[in-house]
Antibody, heavy 122, light 108 residues
Framework: QLQLQESGPGLVKPSETLSLTCTVSGGSIATDNYYWGWIRQPPGKGLEWIGSMYYSGSTYYDPSLKSRATMSVDTARNQFSLRLRSVTAADTAVYFC??????????????WGQGTLVTVSS | SYELTQSLSVAVGLGQTARITCGGNEIGSKNVQWFQQRSGQAPILVIYRDSVRPSGIPERFSGSNSGNTATLTISGVQGGDEADYYCQVWDRDTARVVFGGGTKLTVL
């Protein structure tokens, strides 16, 4: 059974860089037609897609975050990562990683990690 | 940019049928997914490609999509169905994932 687990600092200072890693177990990150995505949820608000990455390096980012977000994949460790630069309080959220099926008309997230809360504060 | 509109909340009695809608311009031409998020938990996929249930999702959950509205229907609502529900599509024009704002289902 595929499982995903987010890890990283729970507190980041304003203007610094948020860095998170998602470790995939129970399956390979290098699987055809599956991207690996990041979604966040500010406290009390809805879901916001950040971006998704293929193991070969192809990426899609939400235009609103594209200038600050960078995703990477480490196939040897079966992990993928997110870096978000120049954070502000508005970036405070629970960050989820998820497997993203992205193939022709198939486009959905399943399963998801449990999520990790990142607070931006000095 | 493409937007999905959901009602903030829906309330139904135990055992009744809940209908949660997701509005978007010509959403019927897109594949719609639905996620259930119980309080404090990660979302789980309950419907994909408009009306397909993943393995393990009860038959009480069904979906439809036509015109400018997609609908998630939950029959025989149970207390455990109380959660936030989000719709999701892929907007090909802007190459981005779009989520609806979410609907809170309350079971009375």
């Amino acid at each position: 059974q595929l499982q995903l687990q987010e890890s990283g600092p729970g507190l980041v200072k304003p203007s610094e860089t948020l860095s998170l890693t998602c470790t995939v177990s129970g399956g390979s990150i290098a699987t055809d037609n599956y991207y690996w995505g990041w979604i966040r949820q500010p406290p009390g608000k809805g879901l916001e897609w950040i971006g998704s990455m293929y193991y070969s390096g192809s990426t899609y980012y939400d235009p609103s975050l594209k200038s600050r977000a960078t995703m990477s994949v480490d196939t040897a460790r079966n992990q993928f990562s997110l870096r978000l630069r120049s954070v502000t309080a508005a970036d405070t959220a629970v960050y989820f990683c998820a497997r993203h099926l992205f193939y022709y008309d198939r486009n959905w997230f399943d399963p998801w990690g449990q999520g990790t809360l990142v607070t931006v504060s000095s | 940019s493409y937007e999905l509109t959901q009602s903030l909340s829906v309330a139904v009695g135990l055992g009744q049928t809940a209908r949660i809608t997701c509005g978007g311009n010509e959403i019927g031409s897109k594949n719609v997914q639905w996620f259930q998020q119980r309080s404090g938990q990660a979302p789980i996929l309950v419907i994909y490609r408009d009306s397909v249930r993943p393995s393990g999702i009860p038959e009480r959950f069904s979906g439809s999509n036509s015109g400018n509205t997609a609908t998630l229907t939950i029959s025989g609502v149970q207390g455990g169905d109380e959660a936030d529900y989000y719709c999701q599509v892929w907007d090909r024009d802007t190459a981005r994932v779009v989520f609806g704002g979410g609907t809170k289902l309350t079971v009375l």
